[in-house]
Protein backbone atom coordinates (compact mmCIF):
# COMPACT_ATOMS: atom_id res chain seq x y z
CA UNK A 1 0.00 0.00 0.00
CA UNK A 2 1.92 3.01 -1.59
CA UNK A 3 0.10 6.28 -0.85
CA UNK A 4 1.89 9.52 -0.62
CA UNK A 5 1.91 11.82 2.21
CA UNK A 6 -0.72 14.30 1.05
CA UNK A 7 -3.20 11.16 0.08
CA UNK A 8 -2.55 9.81 3.85
CA UNK A 9 -3.14 13.28 5.08
CA UNK A 10 -6.49 14.42 3.08
CA UNK A 11 -7.78 10.45 3.72
CA UNK A 12 -7.14 11.13 7.60
CA UNK A 13 -8.66 14.46 7.11
CA UNK A 14 -11.91 12.97 6.11
CA UNK A 15 -12.08 10.47 8.80
CA UNK A 16 -12.02 13.32 11.11
CA UNK A 17 -14.84 14.98 9.61
CA UNK A 18 -16.65 11.61 9.99
CA UNK A 19 -15.81 11.57 13.65
CA UNK A 20 -17.02 15.25 14.03
CA UNK A 21 -20.47 13.98 12.08
CA UNK A 22 -21.53 11.39 15.07
CA UNK A 23 -21.75 13.66 17.42
CA UNK A 24 -21.49 12.45 21.55
CA UNK A 25 -21.96 9.02 21.97
CA UNK A 26 -21.90 6.27 24.93
CA UNK A 27 -21.28 2.75 25.40
CA UNK A 28 -23.86 0.25 27.58
CA UNK A 29 -27.22 0.54 28.38
CA UNK A 30 -30.43 2.14 30.43
CA UNK A 31 -32.13 -0.19 32.65
CA UNK A 32 -35.49 0.91 34.19
CA UNK A 33 -36.09 -0.41 37.77
CA UNK A 34 -38.30 -0.32 40.64
CA UNK A 35 -37.05 -0.75 44.00
CA UNK A 36 -38.58 -2.04 47.44
CA UNK A 37 -37.22 0.33 50.68
CA UNK A 38 -37.53 -2.78 53.37
CA UNK A 39 -39.57 -0.63 55.15
CA UNK A 40 -42.83 -2.70 56.49
CA UNK A 41 -45.36 0.42 56.86
CA UNK A 42 -44.53 1.45 53.39
CA UNK A 43 -46.59 0.43 50.16
CA UNK A 44 -43.99 -0.81 48.89
CA UNK A 45 -43.85 -3.79 50.94
CA UNK A 46 -47.35 -4.34 49.85
CA UNK A 47 -47.13 -7.40 47.24
CA UNK A 48 -48.89 -6.24 44.16
CA UNK A 49 -46.90 -3.16 44.18
CA UNK A 50 -43.90 -2.59 42.10
CA UNK A 51 -41.66 -0.46 44.16
CA UNK A 52 -40.19 3.46 44.17
CA UNK A 53 -39.26 4.00 40.60
CA UNK A 54 -38.53 4.61 37.96
CA UNK A 55 -35.29 4.60 38.78
CA UNK A 56 -33.18 5.03 35.37
CA UNK A 57 -29.34 3.63 35.48
CA UNK A 58 -26.49 3.87 32.77
CA UNK A 59 -25.00 0.83 33.21
CA UNK A 60 -21.62 -0.08 31.49
CA UNK A 61 -18.80 -2.76 31.87
CA UNK A 62 -15.03 -0.70 32.46
CA UNK A 63 -12.38 -3.11 32.52
CA UNK A 64 -14.24 -5.99 33.16
CA UNK A 65 -16.07 -4.63 35.32
CA UNK A 66 -19.91 -3.45 35.90
CA UNK A 67 -20.65 -0.04 36.30
CA UNK A 68 -23.98 1.94 37.14
CA UNK A 69 -24.77 5.25 37.49
CA UNK A 70 -28.11 6.78 37.95
CA UNK A 71 -29.55 8.96 35.87
CA UNK A 72 -31.92 11.43 37.32
CA UNK A 73 -35.23 12.33 35.08
CA UNK A 74 -34.85 15.41 33.15
CA UNK A 75 -32.09 16.65 30.91
CA UNK A 76 -29.94 14.24 31.67
CA UNK A 77 -31.23 10.90 31.23
CA UNK A 78 -32.70 12.67 27.45
CA UNK A 79 -29.00 13.37 26.62
CA UNK A 80 -27.98 9.90 28.28
CA UNK A 81 -30.57 7.80 25.60
CA UNK A 82 -29.58 9.83 22.71
CA UNK A 83 -25.64 8.73 23.09
CA UNK A 84 -26.31 5.52 23.91
CA UNK A 85 -28.73 5.48 21.30
CA UNK A 86 -26.35 6.78 18.96
CA UNK A 87 -23.45 4.20 20.05
CA UNK A 88 -25.87 1.06 19.77
CA UNK A 89 -28.60 1.77 16.88
CA UNK A 90 -31.63 0.29 17.54
CA UNK A 91 -31.13 -0.62 21.16
CA UNK A 92 -33.58 1.09 22.54
CA UNK A 93 -36.28 0.79 20.16
CA UNK A 94 -39.60 -1.05 21.39
CA UNK A 95 -38.62 -0.29 25.28
CA UNK A 96 -40.05 1.20 27.81
CA UNK A 97 -37.77 4.36 27.66
CA UNK A 98 -38.15 4.62 23.74
CA UNK A 99 -41.95 4.84 24.49
CA UNK A 100 -41.72 7.02 27.88
Known sequence: MDQSLP???LRRNNLFRQLEG???????????N?????????ACAR???PGH????LWN???GGK????????????????REVEAANPGLLRGS?????
Open 60 to 62: VSV
Open 47 to 49: KDH
Open 66 to 81: TQARNLPIGPELEKAE
Open 7 to 9: DLE
Open 34 to 42: YRKCGKSNC
Open 53 to 56: GPQY
Open 96 to 100: SLATK
Open 22 to 32: LGDFRRGTISV
